[in-house]
């Protein structure tokens, strides 16, 4: 029961956060320490999934919102992109790779944030080499993936990034993206 809970409280939230309304940073703080708690290894698998597919929406969609924020979720992010679950791993990494926006910055906003993060000097170090080894080639390869498609947007939301959204936006376990009667 209690991890029904979780992963509708994490649901809840990303349609919070994804939704127009104003959000101060005040009002975000609670909801990303929560989030980075459910985070690292140890925790419901499923809910840590799903947390992991909201933070690297919400980095994708509001990255203004997520980057003060860097501090909290870097760590537990990175603590799960070896995770022995493949799809907690994929997701770890991808939510890795776009909350330091690798993609489009390459290693602009981690090397801002590394130099200034208060961590232990295994832990630093271990995030710089994944980041060297790993991050970057995932991050030329999301934007191999956009100029393959016809440049940055050019024909919408990979498949991923989509199903992401749409895990997030569902009501329950159904989807309501669309019309129910509509034709497929």
Do not use: C
């Not at 999934?49 to 909290?72: E, F, I, Q």
């Not at 799809?87 to 939510?95: F, G, I, N």
């Not at 981690?110 to 995932?138: S, T």
């Amino acid at each position: 029961m209690q991890n029904f809970i979780s992963d509708n409280f994490i649901v809840a939230t990303g349609k919070y956060l994804l939704s127009d309304a104003p959000k101060a940073f005040e009002t975000t703080k609670p909801i990303f320490t929560t989030l980075s708690q459910i985070i690292p290894p140890g925790g419901p698998t499923d809910s840590r999934r799903l947390a992991l597919v909201l933070v690297r929406t919400l980095a994708r969609t509001h990255p203004d919102m997520v980057r003060p924020h860097l501090g909290l979720l870097a760590p537990p992010v990175f603590a799960s992109v070896r995770d022995m679950v493949i799809p907690v791993k994929l997701a770890a990494e991808a939510a890795f790779v776009q909350v330091f926006a690798v993609a489009d910055e390459e290693g602009k906003v981690f090397d801002k944030w590394i130099a200034g993060a208060d961590l232990p000097a295994n832990v630093k170090r271990g995030m710089q080499d994944y980041f060297k080894r790993v991050a970057l080639r995932l991050g030329a390869q999301v934007r191999e993936r956009r100029e393959a498609e016809g440049g940055e947007g050019g024909l919408g939301l990979s498949n991923d990034e989509a199903e992401d959204e749409r895990e997030i936006m569902a009501v329950g376990k159904v989807d309501v993206g669309g019309d129910i009667f509509a034709a497929e």
